[in-house]
């Protein structure tokens, strides 16, 4: 089975592995098991989607 918690520790740990702050890993990590949890069924994250969810937060 696989969910929102697999995608928050997946990008997580991507965060980890290029040094990102863990403020900014957490906010990253969080809305990306969000915007999976948008769509039925199993979904990767888009990385488009979530940088442009990302650049919202920095505006």
């Not at 890993?25 to 948008?38: D, S, Y």
């Given at each position: 089975m696989s969910g929102a918690g697999d995608t928050v520790i997946a990008v997580a740990s991507a965060c980890v592995a290029q040094?990102?702050?863990?403020?900014?890993?957490?906010?990253?990590?969080?809305?990306?098991?969000?915007?999976?949890?948008?769509?039925?069924?199993?979904v990767p994250v888009d990385a488009a989607e979530l940088k442009a969810e990302a650049l919202k937060l920095l505006k």
């Open positions: 040094g990102v702050e863990p403020t900014l890993m957490a906010a990253l990590a969080n809305m990306a098991g969000g915007l999976v949890c948008e769509k039925p069924g199993v």
